[in-house]
């Protein structure tokens, strides 16, 4: 496993880079050796210190993100929750999920200020990526295993662009668009 440690408004200390890499090593027996692990470590404002855990695997990312007031916390957590997110998504690929069903994102785009309209909403960031069909159950899962409230797909029945959400009572929604 390869780790690789990043800072964000802040210096990554000896101190650090070894709990990190101590707590880390919890992950290493799901890799093989030339997987690569991304930890970011942010500080912000009002003592919030955030850990992000980054792992791209063959066509899924999972990602963990704690954010406390103490750093070692945050990290911690961050990489408890990946390792129950990397089991979670082996149990679901075990119970029958197709083999490849996910594809890495390609590119992000950042859109550069001076194209944008002082007087219209700001587009801040477009973000591109493969879209490959795939059931409902699949897309939720993608989902979960992101992190993310919504996730678009193609659905694999309709052979449409959706998007699946979760919703505030704990259930997930789908949009499917319909012809006028």
Do not use: W
Request: glycine share 6%.
């Amino acid at each position: 496993m390869i780790l690789n440690i990043n800072g964000r408004n802040m210096q990554i200390t000896d101190s650090i880079r070894a709990h990190v890499e101590k707590k880390a090593a919890k992950l290493e027996r799901f890799f093989r050796p030339d997987t690569e692990v991304q930890v970011r470590i942010s500080q912000e404002r009002g003592g919030r210190n955030i850990a992000e855990v980054t792992v791209a695997l063959r066509g899924v990312i999972l990602r963990a993100e704690e954010v406390t007031n103490d750093m070692y916390a945050s990290i911690d957590t961050a990489i408890d929750k990946m390792v129950r997110q990397i089991r979670r998504h082996r149990t679901k690929l075990e119970k029958g999920l197709r083999a490849g069903a996910f594809e890495p994102v390609v590119a992000e785009e950042a859109v550069p200020e001076d194209e944008a309209e002082e007087s219209a909403p700001q587009l801040v960031r477009v973000k591109r990526f493969l879209v490959k069909p795939m059931d409902v159950e699949d897309a939720i899962a993608q989902m979960e295993m992101l992190g993310h409230n919504f996730f678009l797909f193609l659905n694999i029945d309709t052979e449409s662009a959706c998007v699946v959400y979760k919703r505030q009572d704990g259930g997930y929604g789908l949009l499917e668009p319909e012809n006028a």
